[in-house]
T-cell receptor
């Protein structure tokens, strides 16, 4: 069982829909991340949360809205997405920002925009 | 800005043989961390091995080892006695030691798809 759980595993939505991706970590970590993984491109960091506060937002469009209600849960709220937003969205967690601490990843949510 | 380059989009190895995946990076920093992650079809990114830049000794984890050449900014992964379960995408990643706006940021290469032939 992975220490980082993402739901749903697959999501198909229209451009006008509103949906949310959920991430839960069971590792006692205090930092959580959202990444976007598109075909033929490196993983792109989207958001970083430390102790439930956002510490980085890499110029992500406002149609992606993160929420971190506590140190174990992270959401990514989606609305009015575009076809180019179809990708695998990966959540990760780590204990602090000590550079050597590895990030633990979930299985991702495969998002398809119709 | 730091960049990570994996020049081999795909590699293939015979079971029980050895394969080396290449990774180069560009940085002006002297202290940083390097990682290799594996992503099997199950999609979960799994840490394979990690290296601290200030350590000259190459990291080793069972059948996995790295050849870290700091001057050349090279960080290749060697897989010995390849197994069918090693088939996956392999990503090289860089992480700064500096604490600041980009703290915690992993910079990934595009990945190398490794196939293992029985």
């Amino acid at each position: 069982e992975t220490g980082v759980t993402q739901t749903p595993r697959h999501l198909v939505m229209g451009m006008t829909n509103k949906k949310s991706l959920k991430c839960e970590q069971h590792l006692g970590h205090n930092a959580m991340y959202w990444y976007k993984q598109s075909a033929k491109k490196p993983l792109e960091l989207m958001f970083v949360y430390s102790l439930e506060e956002r510490v980085e937002n890499n110029s992500v469009p406002s149609r992606f809205s993160p929420e971190c209600p506590n140190s174990s849960h992270l959401f990514l709220h989606l609305h009015t997405l575009q076809p180019e937003d179809s990708a695998l969205y990966l959540c990760a967690s780590s204990q602090g920002f000590s550079g050597f601490q590895p990030q633990h990843f979930g299985d991702g949510t495969r998002l398809s925009i119709l | 800005a730091q960049t990570v380059t994996q020049s081999q989009p795909e590699m293939s190895v015979q079971e029980a043989e050895t394969v080396t995946l290449s990774c180069t990076y560009d940085t002006s920093e002297s202290d940083y961390y390097l990682f290799w992650y594996k992503q099997p079809p199950s999609r979960q990114m799994i840490l394979v091995i990690r290296q601290e830049a200030y350590k000259q000794q190459n990291a080793t984890e069972n059948r996995f080892s790295v050849n870290f050449q700091k001057a050349a900014k090279s960080f290749s992964l060697k897989i010995s006695d390849s197994q069918l379960g090693d088939a996956a995408m392999y990503f090289c990643a860089y992480r700064t030691q500096n604490y600041g706006g980009s703290q915690g940021n992993l910079i990934f290469g595009k990945g190398t798809k490794l196939s293992v032939k029985p």
